[in-house]
Each structure stands twice: as structure tokens, then as C-alpha cells.
């Protein structure tokens, strides 16, 4: 990202351009069949999900921390503990991400400093070990 004293949370819009991206993030999640297993992990309103995503990625980005102020210290992985998060849940949460970030980001180096920050955090989720198809745990 070019050096500028915008931060990222200023140049991906502020609030309303955040709003958009995550409100397009969990539209992306309720439609695309590659996200039905992470999207069964929420409840059928997706409003608060989508809400707590706004709120931790304003502080993420640079904005006001309002994840902090409303929920205490995010403490993600914890947080997504009583979840059963493998890669497809990750990969379909990546993907309605990426998707929604190039719909509603028109700024390139933007979306090129988010994207690797941000894949590593939703691999962090992860917390369990699916086994190759025709595995067995079995001895």
C-alpha cells in the first residue's frame, strides 16, 4: 500500500464503505453453494454475524474500535471455539471475503494489503483436522 496518512479503515470508505463490503460479504455467504458449510455455522438471521464483522474489521482497519468497546478484547479463535471450523468452513468464509472486498474495494493496493493479513486470520479459525477422503482415524 502506498504510504499515505489515510488509514485503511478512511480509504476503504469509513463506515458506509465497510458496511457495504461486509453486507456483501454475508449476501455472498447466504447464496453461494461453496459457502453452505460455513454459512451453516450461523444462525438464520446473518444481521448480528454481519454486525460483529463490521465492528471488528473498523478497529482492525484503523477505525474506531467498536468491537472492543461493545464485546471486550476480540480473542477470535476463542471466541470460535464451540464452532466445528475445518478448511471448507475457511475456505467458504475466504471466498465470500475475496469476493465481496473486489466487488466493493475499487482500491487495488487496498484490497492487496487486506487480502494477506486477512487469510492468515481466517486460517487461524481452523480447529479441526478433516482427513483425506478415503482416510480412516481407525488403526
Same mark, same amino acid.
Given at each position: 500500500m502506498k504510504s499515505s496518512s489515510a488509514?485503511?479503515? %478512511?480509504?476503504? =470508505? =469509513?463506515e458506509a464503505g465497510l458496511r457495504r463490503m461486509t453486507r456483501r460479504m454475508y449476501a455472498l455467504m447466504d447464496t453461494?453453494? %461453496?459457502?453452505?458449510? $460455513?454459512?451453516? !455455522?450461523? +444462525?438464520? *438471521?446473518l444481521s448480528g454475524s454481519e454486525q460483529k464483522l463490521f465492528e471488528f474489521l473498523s478497529g482492525w482497519l484503523g =477505525?474506531? +474500535?467498536l468491537f472492543v468497546q461493545?464485546? =471486550?478484547? +476480540?480473542? !477470535?479463535?476463542?471466541?470460535? !471455539? *464451540?464452532f466445528a471450523i475445518g478448511m471448507e468452513e475457511v475456505n467458504g468464509w475466504l471466498l465470500c471475503f475475496h469476493?465481496?472486498?473486489?466487488?466493493? $474495494? *475499487? *482500491?487495488? %493496493? !487496498?484490497? %492487496?494489503f487486506i487480502w494477506p493479513r486477512i487469510e492468515p486470520l481466517a486460517l487461524h479459525m481452523r480447529n479441526t483436522q478433516a482427513l483425506p477422503v478415503g482416510w480412516s482415524a481407525a488403526p
Open positions: 488509514l485503511p479503515y %478512511e480509504r476503504i =470508505g =469509513g453461494l453453494p %461453496e459457502a453452505a458449510a $460455513v454459512r451453516a !455455522l450461523h +444462525p438464520a *438471521d =477505525g474506531p +474500535p461493545r464485546h =471486550g478484547a +476480540p480473542m !477470535l479463535r476463542a471466541r470460535h !471455539l *464451540d469476493q465481496a472486498l473486489h466487488e466493493t $474495494v *475499487d *482500491d487495488h %493496493e !487496498l484490497r %492487496e
